[in-house]
């Protein structure tokens, strides 16, 4: 069963705006979230966390909120940059059923920053 | 420093082979963890290491699925009888502790194709 649900597979956003992902969960048990971006033949990096007693973490020009009540997440990347092109994967953890640092990942959402 | 490495970066095999699958991840992690990506999906979670010993290899799909990590540093994935569906890109992953860091550093993958 698919905890971590990415419903868009796709994103295409103009340079200079922001970019909003979104990210659903199930799995009420699960306390920390965390993105990843992935670039073609590369594995995945971390780019941003928030842990479930926050709503809000912020770096740089990422932001991750978090709505618990809803088990909903978005990232809002501003400004947007040529760079930031990538599949952007949204994953949890936490649930204390499952094993310390076992991620569930979203499918991922493709990021295209047009100039 | 040196990242998460994985050997090979392709591998392409018979149905019915056997392979193997090298990680060497960050010099000074204990926690290791191999996941699989199949294509259009986020990566999968198959076995964690805490040091030596398999911590949680729930996510092994089934028993032509094994992996080791001897000496607490590098693992091997090993697959036997390979089937076609086994084809993915097999990522492994380092943390610090699993316990410490919920962030996981990954290797750039193996893809495997099974013909």
């Known amino acids: 069963d698919q905890q971590v649900k990415q419903n868009s597979p796709s994103l295409s956003v103009q340079e200079g705006r922001i970019s909003i992902l979104n990210c659903d969960y199930t799995?009420?048990?699960?306390?920390?979230f965390l993105w990843y971006k992935k670039y073609p033949a590369e594995g995945p990096t971390f780019l941003i966390s928030i842990s479930s007693i926050k709503d809000k973490n912020e770096d740089g020009r990422f932001t991750v909120f978090l709505n618990k009540s809803a088990k909903h997440l978005s990232l809002h990347i501003v400004p947007s940059q040529p760079g930031d092109s990538a599949v952007y994967f949204c994953?949890?953890?936490?649930?204390?059923?499952?094993?310390?640092?076992?991620?569930?990942f979203g499918a991922g959402t493709q990021v295209v920053v047009t100039p | 420093g040196a990242g998460v490495s994985q050997t090979p970066s392709n591998k392409v095999t018979e149905k019915g082979k056997y392979v193997e699958l090298r990680c060497d991840p960050i010099?000074?992690?204990?926690?290791l963890y191999w996941y699989r990506q199949s294509l259009g999906q986020g990566p999968e979670f198959l076995i964690y290491?805490?040091?030596?010993?398999?911590?949680?290899d729930s996510g092994l799909p089934n028993d032509r699925f094994f992996a080791v990590r001897p000496e607490g540093s590098v693992s091997t994935l090993k697959i036997q009888r390979t089937e076609r569906g086994d084809s993915a890109v097999y990522l492994c992953?380092?943390?610090?502790?699993?316990?410490?860091?919920?962030?996981?550093?990954f290797g750039p993958g193996t893809r495997l194709t099974v013909t």
């Open positions: 290491f805490q040091g030596t010993g398999a911590a949680d």
């Open positions: 994953a949890a953890t936490g649930d204390k059923t499952d094993s310390w640092g076992k991620l569930q």
């Open positions: 799995n009420s048990m699960f306390d920390y």
């Open positions: 992953a380092s943390s610090l502790t699993a316990q410490s860091s919920y962030e996981q550093y």
């Open positions: 010099s000074g992690h204990t926690a």
